[in-house]
T-cell receptor, first 113, second 116 residues
Framework: QKEVEQDPGPLSVPEGAIVSLNCTYS??????FMWYRQYSRKGPELLMY??SSGNKEDGRFTAQVDKSSKYISLFIRDSQPSDSATYLC?????????????WGLGTSLAVNP | GAVVSQHPSWVICKSGTSVKIECRSL??????MFWYRQFPKQSLMLMAT?????????EQGVEKDKFLINHASLTLSTLTVTSAHPEDSSFYIC????????????FGPGTRLLVL
C-alpha cells in the first residue's frame, strides 16, 4: 500500500461546477498537508497549506484535513477553464533536516467552457 | 509566495556531455533544497535532498556520481548531469524549503532536458 493514494482521474467538469479532489494516507505521523497545482510542463505551484486537522479557505479553494480518517480534500468552487491542471497532494511528518514531502500521483482536471 | 528560479528552462545536448542546472531561491534563504525528476504524466520523483554546506542525500536508486549536487550557498543549488545519455532525458524540477514556523516547499519552473 502506498503511503499516499490519489485517484489520477482524469476528471472532467463543466465550467462553474464544484470540484472535489481527495487523497488518503496511511501514515498517522503526517502533520503538514499541501495541495499543489501543476500546469503542463511547469513546476508545481503551492495552492494550499494546512497544519494538522481542520479547514482552510482561500478564495475559491477550500482545503480540509480529517486526520481521524486520514483523508484530505481540496474543493474548487465556480471552477474555471484556467483551473485545468494536475492537482497534487503532498504531506510530511516534519522532523529532521531531510524530512521530505510524500506525494500523491496527482489528479488531472479538465474544466470545460 | 516565495520565488524559485531555475536555469536553463530547457536544454538539448549530445550524448556524453555534462549539463548543469541551477536552482535559486530569489527572495528567501533555503537551507534545504530538493531535486526532482518527472516523467510525462507521472508524479514527482525525489532524487536527492541538498543541505547547504553539506553533502546531498540521494534517494535509493539515484546514482550520486551521475547526478552531482552542490549547495554552496543559501540561495543556490546546482544539479550536474554527467555524461548524459538519452535515458536521462526528463523534466528536472528543484524546490527550496522555507524555514520558520510554517515551512513549505516552493518549486522552480523546471528544466526540460533532451539528450540526443
Amino acid at each position: 500500500q502506498k503511503e499516499v493514494e490519489q485517484d489520477p482521474g482524469p476528471l472532467s467538469v463543466p465550467e462553474g461546477a464544484i470540484v472535489s479532489l481527495n487523497c488518503t494516507y496511511s501514515n498517522s505521523a503526517f502533520q503538514y498537508f499541501m495541495w499543489y497545482r501543476q500546469y503542463s510542463r511547469k513546476g508545481p505551484e503551492l495552492l494550499m497549506y494546512t497544519y494538522s486537522s481542520g479547514n482552510k479557505e482561500d478564495g475559491r479553494f477550500t482545503a480540509q484535513v480529517d486526520k481521524s480518517s486520514k483523508y484530505i480534500s481540496l474543493f474548487i468552487r465556480d471552477s474555471q477553464p484556467s483551473d485545468s491542471a494536475t492537482y497534487l497532494c503532498a504531506m510530511s511528518a516534519g522532523a529532521g533536516n531531510n524530512r521530505k514531502l510524500i506525494w500523491g500521483l496527482g489528479t488531472s482536471l479538465a474544466v470545460n467552457p | 509566495g516565495a520565488v524559485v528560479s531555475q536555469h536553463p528552462s530547457w536544454v538539448i545536448c549530445k550524448s556524453g556531455t555534462s549539463v548543469k542546472i541551477e536552482c535559486r531561491s530569489l527572495d528567501f534563504q533555503a537551507t534545504t533544497m530538493f531535486w526532482y525528476r518527472q516523467f510525462p504524466k507521472q508524479s514527482l520523483m525525489l532524487m536527492a535532498t541538498s543541505n547547504e554546506g553539506s553533502k546531498a542525500t540521494y534517494e535509493q536508486g539515484v546514482e550520486k556520481d551521475k547526478f552531482l549536487i552542490n549547495h554552496a550557498s543559501l540561495t543556490l543549488s546546482t544539479l550536474t548531469v554527467t555524461s548524459a545519455h538519452p535515458e536521462d532525458s526528463s523534466f528536472y524540477i528543484c524546490s527550496a524549503r522555507t524555514s520558520g514556523r510554517r515551512e513549505t516547499q516552493y518549486f522552480g519552473p523546471g528544466t526540460r532536458l533532451l539528450v540526443l
